[in-house]
């Protein structure tokens, strides 16, 4: 049984930081976090492949990281970290789970869509003041 459950949102000025955790349960690790702005689609901000490489959106590329733990079970945690966060990146954040693993297999050639991942939390907001 998958289950994704995001943490971390919340309030910030801009110039500030975030860590966004992501509880998984599931037997494949091929993760992305997506945002969504009101009124914008949704967005994939960065994603995990299972040989640990990683793909960033222009927009955050040197200040977000994405990574997980170490664990070698199916329970695990994604993470997101957000540096010099700025009020564009105001949004609901989403971790996402590609049980095929398609995602991963072509990710690194391609922009990844919402329509790659078949299963998704429920959200946490991020809010950045200027």
């Known amino acids: 049984q998958v289950q994704l459950q995001e943490s971390g949102g919340g309030s910030v000025q801009s110039g500030g930081s975030l860590k966004l955790s992501c509880a998984a349960s599931?037997?494949?690790?091929?993760m992305a976090w997506f945002r969504q702005a009101p009124g914008k689609e949704r967005e994939v901000v960065a994603d995990?492949?299972?040989?640990?490489?990683?793909?960033?959106?222009d927009s955050v590329k040197g200040r977000f990281i994405i990574s997980q733990d170490n664990a070698k079970n199916t329970v695990y945690t994604v993470y997101l970290q957000m540096n010099s966060l700025n009020p564009e990146d105001t949004a609901m954040y989403y971790c996402?789970?590609?049980?095929?693993?398609?995602?991963?297999?072509?990710?690194?050639?391609?922009?990844?869509?919402?329509?790659?991942?078949?299963?998704w939390g429920q959200g946490t907001q991020v809010t950045v003041s200027s």
């Open positions: 996402a789970m590609d049980s095929t693993n398609y995602a991963c297999y072509t990710g690194s050639r391609r922009r990844l869509s919402p329509d790659d991942y078949n299963y």
């Open positions: 599931g037997d494949t690790r091929c």
């Open positions: 995990m492949r299972m040989d640990g490489s990683s793909t960033y959106t």
